[in-house]
């Protein structure tokens, strides 16, 4: 089981810059800026999250229960939001490899200081060197895939 979650986990890690291009096309598309390409995405997620809850069987009853719900817990609509606008707009301007590759670095850097902390709720998990050094290689293929270029030119000329 822990298998499928680790290939589901890479599937997902698959998708974003799809789904970035995607977006990009549909504000291409639709002739407008990236809010509005974000909107219309959202939108159709929504839609899908709609039926597939129905068709899952999940309680729709829950949701009277959304007033109880803490303030920062509506979060994470707007960060959800925030990354398909982001990836919509940055995609065309900095390219897909640079824009993922700062995205994923990014999202293992958070994701250690959540494990260590158990941030939110999560569960405690060690920080090892191993897994210090792990992010460390991340940022660095994240520079090398943002400036390796440049880097290496300047190199080439001395």
């Known amino acids: 089981m822990v298998l499928l979650f680790l ?3 890479f599937a997902i890690g698959l998708a974003i ?3 970035s291009a995607v977006n990009n096309a549909l504000r291409a598309s639709l002739h407008s800026g990236s809010m509005l390409a974000a909107l219309v995405s959202f939108s159709v997620g929504t839609l899908a999250l709609l039926v597939v809850s129905a068709l899952a069987g999940q309680p729709f009853t829950a949701l ?3 007033p109880r ?3 920062w817990q509506w979060l994470g609509g707007f960060l959800g939001a925030y990354f398909v606008f982001g990836s ?4 065309p301007r900095i390219g897909m490899a640079a824009m993922v590759s700062l995205i994923v670095a990014g999202q293992v850097c958070s994701s250690l200081l959540f494990d260590r902390f158990g941030l939110l709720g999560l569960q405690v998990r ?3 060197w ?3 050094a792990g992010a460390a290689l991340i940022l660095v293929g994240a520079i090398l895939v943002n400036f390796g270029d440049r880097w290496l030119a300047g190199w080439q000329k001395s």
């Open 7 to 9: 290939i589901m986990a």
């Open 64 to 66: 009277s229960g959304l």
């Open 126 to 128: 060690g920080l090892s």
């Open 88 to 91: 919509t707009l940055l995609a």
């Open 130 to 132: 191993i897994r210090l």
């Open 17 to 19: 810059p799809l789904q």
């Open 69 to 71: 719900v803490p303030w």
